[in-house]
């Protein structure tokens, strides 16, 4: 069923620390051969086997209306044949920074970069900058890309792989990272009042994704906000998968809180290698050349990234009934799987925000790193495997969120339910 990925895997090794070129890829939580993929579209994803899949990853995200979208599509191959570089600016980096600045609030300046890790290692650089200050606070099992400073309990692949401290990462860099709980306010005001005056800023995904998904318990973003106003703290909303997901303003809109810096990612790209971070005029200004905090990029504002992302951001912008539609299509997904996981027995947790969400196999709330931790990965390893053989591509890690395309119909959703009632009765024998 797998040959041919087999394959291209045996020789990937060769050649390719590990087969892949991003850890979580290598299925290595999950065991088993990565699935190597051929063409996507829509909803579907097809592999060299020729398998056809259910994509629940999405490229991770932005795939928020399905794969291979067609006017995306058109877009790159029509600026594809004015150049696929300039290194110099053009008018299309203004209309995609006007239409995210009228789409996202509180920001009123954006910068491009080339992918979420810039964004965090730029925002968090700005933030320090901008405050003269060095420590940061992060949250245990939230992922900031791979820039030194974050790798401090990190979720994603580093939660996945297990791997506790990070060699590379030096000891100094590492000590002005502070960590605390995820929806653990007091910790945060503890770490604040033993580095008063120390601290640049708190840098959250405001839904977490990299820890499987966990939700902003009431009053935890509001506590922080109000803690970084009190303390002249930067406030970071790392936005690279809530960011256009969620909804037209990312967690800011949905959940009415208010970033001082937002971080966003592959989403503005609409798939191409594109992030970037913005915030208000006072702030951004410091960042060279206005200021002096600098960050540059060769291929930053790539003009097939930024047509690609102008494409899918305006279809967003234009087309709002996209996010009751994402929605309530993941309701169903959400309650299909529970009355299959329940009807099977199966003690278990489904958090989900939007079109973001994650299974995990215990009877307890999933609300940090710590209860994502506890629940039995083992089972959601055979679980993933029974999925994959019934044509569903989930995330191969418990760490990860599911994220859902526009491209989904129902009938896709019914047949991921009955694939799900399918595999527990599989797995149970
Ligand atoms: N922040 C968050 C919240 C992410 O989920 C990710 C990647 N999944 C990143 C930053 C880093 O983005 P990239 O992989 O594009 O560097």
Redesign the pocket.
């Known amino acids: 069923m797998f040959t041919n990925s087999q394959t291209l895997f045996d020789k990937a090794r060769q050649f390719i620390p590990g087969g892949v070129n991003s850890p979580v890829r290598a299925f290595k939580s999950v065991g088993g051969t990565p699935i190597f993929m051929q063409s996507a579209k829509g909803a579907y994803m097809y592999d060299v086997d020729g398998n056809r899949y259910i994509d629940y990853i999405n490229s ?1 995200g932005p795939m928020v209306l399905g794969h291979a979208y067609e006017p995306v599509v058109k877009a790159i191959q029509e600026y594809a044949t004015y150049s696929t570089s300039f290194g110099a600016p053009t008018e299309l980096e203004i209309k995609v920074a006007e239409l995210i600045v009228s789409m996202v609030p509180n920001i009123e300046m954006v910068r491009m970069v080339n ?3 810039e964004a ?1 290692m730029s925002a968090l650089r700005l933030a320090r900058g901008y405050t003269g200050r060095n420590k940061f606070i992060k949250f245990e099992g939230c ?4 820039a030194d400073s974050f790798l401090v309990s990190a979720g ?1 692949g580093v939660a996945t792989l297990g791997i506790q401290t990070v060699p590379g990462v030096t000891a100094s860099v590492a000590d002005d990272t502070l960590t605390a709980p995820y929806n653990n306010l007091l910790a945060v005001e503890q770490l604040v009042a033993d580095n008063k005056d120390q601290i640049a800023a708190i840098i959250i ?1 405001p839904v977490a ?2 820890m499987g998904c966990i939700l902003p318990q009431p009053g935890f973003l509001e506590g922080l906000r109000k803690i970084c106003d009190e303390n002249g703290i930067v406030f970071i909303l ?1 936005e ?2 809530t960011g256009f997901r969620l909804a037209k303003g990312g967690a800011q809109e949905l959940l009415n809180i208010k970033a001082d810096l937002v ?1 966003f ?2 989403i503005i790209g609409g798939g191409m290698p594109v ?1 970037a971070f913005a915030g208000k005029k006072e702030i951004m200004e410091h960042i060279a050349p206005a200021g002096k905090v600098y960050q540059a990029g060769t291929l930053s504002g790539n003009p097939i990234a930024m047509i690609a992302g102008y494409t899918m951001l305006k279809t967003l912008n234009d087309h709002p009934q996209i996010y009751t539609q994402l929605e309530e299509k993941t309701n169903q997904l959400v309650t299909g799987l529970k009355e299959a996981l329940g009807a099977a027995g199966v003690v278990h947790r489904i958090n989900q925000m939007s079109s973001m969400m994650s299974v995990h196999f215990t009877e307890y709330p999933i609300t940090d790193f710590s209860s994502a931790s506890s629940a039995n990965n083992e089972l959601f390893k055979r679980f993933f495997h029974a999925m994959l053989e019934r044509g569903v591509y989930l995330p191969p890690s418990a760490f990860e969120t599911w994220f859902v395309s526009n491209a989904i119909t129902t009938e896709d959703i019914e047949a991921t339910i009955s694939a799900a009632k399918a595999s527990m009765v599989a797995i149970q024998q």
């Open positions: 991770w992918s979420g890790t965090c992922y900031h890309g791979h994603s995904e994704g990299n790392d690279v998968m971080t990612g592959k992030g």
